[in-house]
C-alpha cells in the first residue's frame, strides 16, 4: 500500500495562492490515479481534483475549477495541487488519496490510502 504525506498548507492571505505536494513512499506512484479532498470543521470530506495514472486531462469539482490545478511528477513520485484565487472559504485540512481509477477516486469510493492532511488557513 502507497504510504502519502501532504506538505505545503499554511496561512495565507485571501487573494493569494499556496502549492500543496504528495510525496509517496511505497509502491511506486505510476500505478495510482491521484487525487486531492478537502474537510472544513463540522462539514463532510470534499472532492477537488483528481488525475489519472498518466497525468491525462485531470477531473476538477465545480468549487475549484479555473482556480486549483492538480499534477504529478512520476519520477519524483510526487502530485501537487496548485491552489490560486484562495478565499476564506477554502479554509480546510487538505488530503490526498490514491486509487486505481480517477472515477473511483472521484466517487470517493475507491481509494486505496490517505495522506494525514495538512491545514490551510485563508485570512481575510
Known amino acids: 500500500q502507497v504510504q502519502l504525506v501532504e506538505s505545503g498548507g499554511g496561512l495565507v492571505q485571501g487573494g493569494g495562492s499556496l502549492r500543496l505536494s504528495c510525496a509517496a513512499s511505497?509502491?511506486?506512484?505510476?500505478?495510482?490515479?491521484m487525487g486531492w479532498f478537502r474537510q472544513a470543521p463540522g462539514k463532510e470530506r470534499e472532492f477537488l481534483a483528481a488525475?489519472?495514472?498518466?497525468?491525462?486531462?485531470?477531473t476538477y469539482a465545480d468549487s475549484v475549477k479555473g482556480r486549483f490545478s492538480i499534477s504529478r511528477d512520476n519520477a519524483k513520485n510526487t502530485v501537487y495541487l496548485q491552489m490560486n484565487s484562495l478565499n476564506v472559504d477554502d479554509t480546510a485540512v487538505y488530503y490526498c488519496?490514491?486509487?486505481?481509477?480517477?472515477?473511483?477516486?472521484?466517487?470517493?469510493?475507491?481509494?486505496?490510502?490517505w495522506g494525514q492532511g495538512t491545514q490551510v488557513t485563508v485570512s481575510s
Open positions: 488519496a490514491a486509487g486505481l481509477t480517477t472515477p473511483g477516486i472521484v466517487g470517493g469510493k475507491g481509494i486505496d490510502s
Open positions: 511505497g509502491p511506486t506512484l505510476r500505478t495510482h490515479a
Open positions: 488525475i489519472s495514472r498518466s497525468g491525462g486531462t485531470p
